[in-house]
């Protein structure tokens, strides 16, 4: 393939619109769903989502995407050129690598995320970077994103070095992506949208659910992980109230 000036005239603005449509679609569909749902699911019961805020974090999501698009973008340019490990046919390291690095991904994704988080609890970093994404106190589908340019750089820079070492295919990174963003969004939703029999599970004990993070946006100093709360159960930063507010407000009627 030729990859002129001009392919990358289309493909890079592609890949940007495609992360600002992919958040406006599951921003959106995830507060339809918000209306289907019961109030008893609500995790902060006597709070609502206002218009200003919504609007705000419309604003601040639409800025926070571009950094997360610019680096996937050169992670791209980058194994067009062969200047990194990515590549592009699946046989070359086989299904169960394609599979396998998806999960790699995913637990360095928990894993970063947690430590980063931790990092931009700091006072100083707070202050400048953190704050932004913390004005929603009870943060509504749209906060996913509504975080500081160089926040999302350090939250998905991973990504880059983790292509200097080890192979990535890019479908195995765009699903990846997509999940991130969907579990972003699911975290920011506002309701507990699980049941007790999943939640109360050995494996959901572990998961990060909306009523976990929710907590991090009204309490600011627990729960500061991604995927899982492996992380904050090492390290001792779970809300001792958690494990009992999730088992509330996915027992509630939907």
């Known amino acids: 393939m030729d990859y002129s000036l001009l392919y990358w005239l289309i493909v890079i603005p592609m890949i940007f619109v495609s992360f600002i449509l992919r958040y406006l679609i599951l921003s959106f569909g995830a507060l339809g769903l918000t209306f289907l749902m019961s109030r008893n699911r609500k995790i ?24 997360i698009a610019f680096i996937v973008s050169v992670v791209y340019i980058l194994g067009i050129y062969e200047l990194n490990k990515l590549y592009f046919d699946i046989s070359e390291f086989g299904w169960v690598w394609f599979f396998g ?10 894993l970063w995320f947690y430590a980063v988080h931790r990092l931009i609890h700091t006072k100083f970093l707070y202050k400048i970077i953190h704050k932004r994404h913390h004005l929603s106190t009870d943060p509504s589908p749209f906060a996913a994103n509504s975080i500081h340019p160089f926040e999302s750089i350090l ?13 990535l295919h890019p479908i195995a990174l765009f699903i990846v992506v997509n999940i991130s963003a969907l579990w972003s969004t699911i975290g920011h939703l506002g309701y507990e949208i699980f049941p007790r029999a999943f939640t109360g599970s050995i494996f959901g004990k572990y998961l990060n659910f909306a009523t976990v ?10 729960n500061f992980g991604y995927y899982t709360t492996i ?5 001792g930063t779970l809300h001792t109230e ?11 009627n939907y």
């Open 44 to 67: 902060q019961s006597s709070r609502e989502f206002t218009k200003p805020q919504i609007l705000r974090e419309l604003r601040h999501s639409f800025i926070g995407v571009i950094p």
């Open 101 to 110: 690095q998806m999960f790699l991904l995913m637990f360095i994704t928990d």
């Open 155 to 167: 939250d998905f820079i991973f990504i880059l070095l983790a292509s200097f070492i080890f192979p």
């Open 213 to 222: 993070h929710n907590q991090h946006h009204k309490l600011f100093l627990y």
């Open 231 to 235: 992380w904050d159960r090492i390290f």
């Open 242 to 252: 958690t494990d009992d507010l999730i088992k509330e407000k996915s027992s509630a």
